[in-house]
């Protein structure tokens, strides 16, 4: 499958790469690494709808400041990529039309639960993260990892191991790693993704989680983010990352979750230490990894908040 994804590439004149909504660094770093080794016939898609306005933190990840965002997107490809990308729900309609009318796509990722949506489908589910998926399929391939490309991978993988302790982090993570390592300098990649947060992040950060909400014995911790909180702090959407981590990382919480309020309904992250998230996600035609998952809930908030705690209660 290596080669056809490389012929696809090398056959096609124009290719788009997708990342998913809310783009973070597995997704960011992948089409920053993929778009390193295609080069000038490749474009990088952010799915921000008006402005552009990716998460600041990952600016400093090659080509992604020159990346098309929705309002200047023309459908000129051949070829769509989508990386780290779990559903085709994951991408915005009007990159989804672009996608779905393409003549041929492929989708690189590492969700147990991606399906399979591209005409070609490289999914390693399991795999601590589409990072270390993607440079698999260089090494399989023979392709010398530059410079750029580690800094792309590297993040990739540092990120989505939440720093190499996820349980999805193995020894073959960690090779990766120190390869990747003798092409960059990993410690000021390091600050860049998590020494450099803004100080309205900070403060939004420290009023969702000084109000978040017990259950269940503590066993189950969540805080709502309403429009109304995310215009009180100019929070974006980069801000809420980190949040449910904290949360599950409190001694006795079995779940924790975060419910962010959008145009589209209610955003769900969900973190466990021992149950299988995708099971709760699921329900509501979500998905993701064991311990980290999400949803979608059409409805308003408080009444989302309802179903899901219900849905949340099942499972202790």
Do not use: W
């Given at each position: ?46 799915q921000i709808k ?20 929705l309002s200047n ?140 909400i017990f259950c ?101």
């Amino acid at each position: 499958m290596e080669k056809e994804i490389l012929k696809s590439i090398e056959d096609s004149s124009r290719i788009l790469i997708i990342t998913h909504v809310n783009p973070d660094g597995d997704t960011l770093g992948c089409a920053s690494a993929l778009k390193s080794y295609i080069g000038e016939k490749a474009d990088i898609l952010i799915q921000i709808k008006d402005n552009f306005n990716f998460p600041n933190t990952y600016s400093f990840l090659p080509h992604i400041n020159n990346s098309k965002n929705l309002s200047n997107l023309n459908n000129e490809y051949d070829l769509i990529i989508a990386v780290d990308v779990a559903s085709i729900d994951r991408i915005i309609d009007k990159a989804k039309n672009i996608f779905e009318k393409a003549q041929n796509t492929i989708v690189i990722d590492h969700h147990k639960t991606n399906s399979g949506y591209g005409k070609i489908n490289y999914i390693k589910g399991g795999i601590s993260s589409t990072g270390e998926v993607l440079f698999d399929l260089f090494e399989k391939s023979n392709i010398e990892i530059t410079s750029d490309m580690a800094l792309g991978l590297y993040s990739a993988i540092l990120t989505d191991t939440g720093c190499f302790k996820y349980e999805s982090t193995t020894s073959h993570t960690f090779e990766i790693a120190s390869s990747l390592s003798k092409l960059i300098n990993t410690s000021n990649v390091a600050d860049l993704c998590y020494t450099n947060k803004p100080k309205n992040l900070i403060l939004f950060q420290n009023y969702l989680i000084s109000n978040a909400i017990f259950c269940a014995n503590d066993k189950i911790a969540y805080t709502l983010i309403t429009k109304e909180i995310i215009e009180k702090f100019s929070a974006k959407d980069e801000y809420t990352e980190g949040i449910c981590e904290t949360l599950r990382s409190i001694s006795g919480v079995e779940i924790a979750f975060v419910l962010k309020e959008t145009n589209n309904g209610v955003k769900a992250s969900i973190r466990t230490k021992e149950i299988d998230a995708t099971r709760i996600a699921e329900k509501f035609n979500g998905g993701g990894h064991k311990r980290a998952a999400g949803c979608t809930i059409k409805e308003k908030i408080n009444t989302a908040c309802d179903i899901f705690i219900k849905e949340v209660l099942a499972h202790i």
